[in-house]
């Protein structure tokens, strides 16, 4: 089974950038669409960006974060990133990692997340 950890997290005020990396050991990412999901305290796992495997990507972006988050993967690294800009407030969550089918969650299994706080 594939085990994601994510990093990069922290504390930044808003109008700051954060660069996420989710790393995959167990198996390798390249045959699979990515995603990054978030969940902020008291509220459910939303989806924020995919990313597909093949060599030409193709990217989707929750309207909240279109614009300002950018999705990419390096497959030789096993690896999938997250850049974001121009952070608000409204971006605090703990930040997740996983295979995708469009904006859901290809399985119920999740890393242990990367906590992102946005100060005003």
């Known amino acids: 089974q594939v085990q994601l950890v994510e990093s990069g997290g922290g504390l930044v005020q808003a109008g700051g950038s954060l660069r996420l990396s989710c790393a995959a050991s167990?198996?390798?990412?390249?045959?699979?669409?990515m995603g990054w999901f978030r969940q902020a305290p008291g509220k459910e796992r939303d989806f924020v960006a995919g990313?597909?495997?093949?060599?030409?990507?193709?990217?989707w972006y929750a309207d909240s974060v279109k614009g300002r988050f950018t999705i990419s993967r390096d497959n030789a690294k096993n690896t999938v990133y997250l850049q974001m800009n121009s952070l608000k407030p409204e971006d605090t969550a703990v930040y997740y990692c996983a295979p995708v089918t469009g904006r859901y969650p290809l399985y119920d299994y999740w890393g242990q997340g990367t906590q992102v706080t946005v100060s005003s």
């Open positions: 167990g198996r390798t990412l390249s045959t699979y669409d």
């Open positions: 990313v597909t495997w093949r060599s030409v990507r193709t990217t």
